[in-house]
């Protein structure tokens, strides 16, 4: 008896000890690192005239994964203020010059947009890996995570810019009649392309990373 509760008290031990928490914040920072060197170059995105199509979701929904989801968020997070960081430098063409216009518009639309983003993803993983989706959740939440990111990010800046002079300007280039239209326009295309590749790359990656670091 006294055995087997030693057993049980050093599993819990293992657990939650210090050990498991280190490699917790250290897997967090490695994918935190992967998102800034993927958001900062060529690796993580595909330049567009006005958006750039980007897998940098890929680590994002990786962390949510594997790791569980508040690295998700962390990860998510990231990715947004290092989108804000990049306005407010002037090195992301449209933030940069809808910064100009509402800075906290902006931020919303990079920081708070990503947050809500990786935030539901990861909720959702949550619930469907414990069914009888458990393989396909990888690849569900690989392609929810891009798709996601779009709807958020042009619903929020929908929301704070769609009225400006700028984004009207774009409106009038695709010659379209409102805002649904218009983000079809601007980017149905390359959250098509996103949706897929976050499938692929981060369904992939993850299930065979679950399966070597036996976290099914």
Not at 59 to 70: C, F, N, S, Y
Not at 198 to 210: E, Q
């Amino acid at each position: 008896m006294e055995n087997t509760s030693t057993s049980s008290r050093n599993a819990n031990e293992n657990a939650f000890g210090p050990g498991n928490k280190t490699r917790y914040m250290v897997e967090t920072a490695l994918m935190i690192a992967i998102v800034l060197i993927m958001s900062n170059t060529v690796i993580g995105t595909i330049p567009t005239p006005f958006l750039k199509i980007s897998i940098v979701t890929v680590p994002v929904a990786i962390a949510a994964m594997l790791i569980g989801p508040t690295a998700g968020i962390i990860c998510g997070v990231v990715f947004g203020l290092n989108s804000f960081v990049s306005a407010l430098t002037g090195a992301s063409g449209l933030l940069s010059a809808l910064f100009v216009i509402n800075p906290v518009g902006v931020f919303f639309t990079a920081v708070v947009a990503r947050f809500l983003d990786a935030l539901l993803v990861s909720m959702i993983y949550k619930v469907i890996h414990k069914g009888k989706l458990k393989i396909a959740s990888y690849y569900i939440t690989g392609a929810l995570m891009p798709l996601f990111n779009t709807v958020f990010f042009m619903t929020i800046l929908c929301l704070f810019f769609y009225n400006t002079d700028y984004i009207q300007e774009l409106v009038s280039t695709y010659n379209v009649g409102n805002a649904f239209s218009f983000v079809i326009a601007m980017v149905g295309v390359q959250a098509a392309v996103e949706a897929v590749a976050g499938c692929l790359l981060a369904g992939t990656i993850a299930m065979v990373l679950s399966k070597a670091l036996h976290r099914v």
